[in-house]
């Protein structure tokens, strides 16, 4: 095996060590990958050299209450785009090695191809020590951002705003508003536990690439806000509705 060309070697590699799904809650799929990666270096020098030189097989980082540190990710990968994780909850967001990891990621948020953010916090939104984590959702535009998952515990009284123009599918489970999705490319988007209907038909007209939508309502309430009659969704190709409120 040591004769294959790096190249093919590190191609192969890459199919041993798929990047995760999206919408997978991480399960320390990294300690799983680092584990497994450990070993494949451990055939031969050649092997080593290849994995440590392979960008693509350093993208996939979580930021957890078990990330030690995301320096040799980060240096490993180059400028490759990047595959980033997110779980919080009231003990782990204010882990010093945590709070390292997420400034660390936000600084290069231009090279995030997938994102994931499972946020199980029930903090005061009042307190000046959470409101500098509150919203783990970059303000700024994220460019190259193609797949996002976000699962949102906290009730916050503040708006989201996902600017992400190369976004093509969306999972969102948030109590927030999600005030605006500047995807214009955007075909799939599953949505639940939705607060603001008529934000949701908003957003669904500024996507007219979106062909396949999923509606799970599990509140239990009612649509009391008036939201248009109709709308307009011309590549739409599929529509799946589940346990969706009715309109009064």
């Known amino acids: 095996m040591d004769a294959l060309p790096p190249e093919l070697l590190s191609q192969i590699l890459s199919l041993l060590l798929p990047i995760p799904r999206c919408d997978l809650k991480p399960e320390a799929f990294e300690r799983i990958r680092a584990a497994n990666r450990t070993n ?15 960008a693509e097989l350093w993208t996939y980082i979580e930021i957890n209450s078990l990330t030690p540190s995301i320096d040799t990710y980060l240096s490993r990968s180059g400028n490759s785009l990047l595959h980033v994780r997110i779980t919080v909850d009231d003990e782990t967001v204010v882990l010093p090695s945590v709070r390292k990891a997420l400034e660390m990621a936000f600084n290069c948020t231009e090279r995030w191809k ?23 959702i970059p303000s700024q535009p994220l460019p190259a951002l193609q797949i996002a998952s976000l699962v949102m515990s906290p009730e916050l009284s503040s708006e989201i705003v996902l600017n992400a123009p190369a976004l093509n599918r969306l999972d969102t489970w948030i109590k927030q508003n ?46 009391t806000e008036t939201i248009p009659t109709s ?18």
């Open 40 to 54: 494949l270096r451990l055939v031969s020098k050649h092997w080593s050299q290849v994995i440590l030189d392979t």
């Open 114 to 136: 997938s994102y994931s953010l499972w946020d199980a916090r029930n903090f005061d939104e009042e307190s000046s020590d959470s409101m500098s984590f509150t919203n783990l």
């Open 178 to 223: 999600l005030r605006s999705v500047d995807s214009p490319v955007l075909t799939y988007w599953s949505l639940s536990r939705v607060p603001d209907w008529t934000g949701v038909i908003r957003n669904l007209t500024a996507c007219p690439k979106l062909e396949k939508l999923s509606i799970i309502e599990r509140l239990g309430r009612t649509i």
């Open 231 to 248: 709308i307009t969704m011309p590549a739409l190709k599929e529509l799946e509705l589940n346990d969706t409120p009715a309109c009064h």
